[in-house]
């Protein structure tokens, strides 16, 4: 619709697709996208994720992992020990969400002011 269009009130609005509500109602909770691009770099231990996102906790990131895990986009590995470590990589459905996640931070950083956002260090 370009500027100045009047809106027909009785029109219908469409409906939003089924698979893009499910793609929100994983990966639009909170954290979620920052654990998937965290890993899109490599795979790594539950420690280092934890200092990638600095103020994530234990609780919500294991929670996380392992929603990202039913979801078949992690893959959770035990590495024999000792110690003991368990590291979380993506899988190939998990690896395919790189160009998307790449698009946005390019999105973000046209449209999406600095001003505003909480930034490591401030109380937010």
């Given amino acids: 619709m370009e500027l100045g269009q009047q809106v027909d ?7 939003v697709d089924v698979a893009l509500t499910r793609v929100f109602e994983l990966l639009g909770k909170r954290w979620t996208g920052l654990i998937v691009a965290v890993l ?3 795979p790594s ?3 280092e994720l934890r200092r990638a996102i ?3 906790s234990e609780r919500m990131l294991s929670d996380r992992l392992t929603e990202l895990a039913d979801a078949g986009l992690v893959v959770r590995e035990v590495d024999p020990g000792p110690p003991l470590r368990v590291s979380y ?3 190939e459905a998990g690896q395919a969400l790189r160009p998307a996640l790449d698009e946005l931070g ?3 950083e046209r449209y999406l002011p600095e001003s505003g956002l909480c930034v490591e260090g ?3």
């Avoid at 009785?10 to 409906?15: F, N």
């Fill in 54 to 56: 600095p103020r994530i």
């Fill in 40 to 42: 899109t770099q490599r």
């Fill in 9 to 15: 009130p009785h029109a219908a609005c469409a409906s």
């Fill in 89 to 91: 990589g993506l899988t």
């Fill in 106 to 108: 390019k999105w973000a």
């Fill in 45 to 47: 231990y539950f420690a």
């Fill in 122 to 124: 401030d109380a937010c």
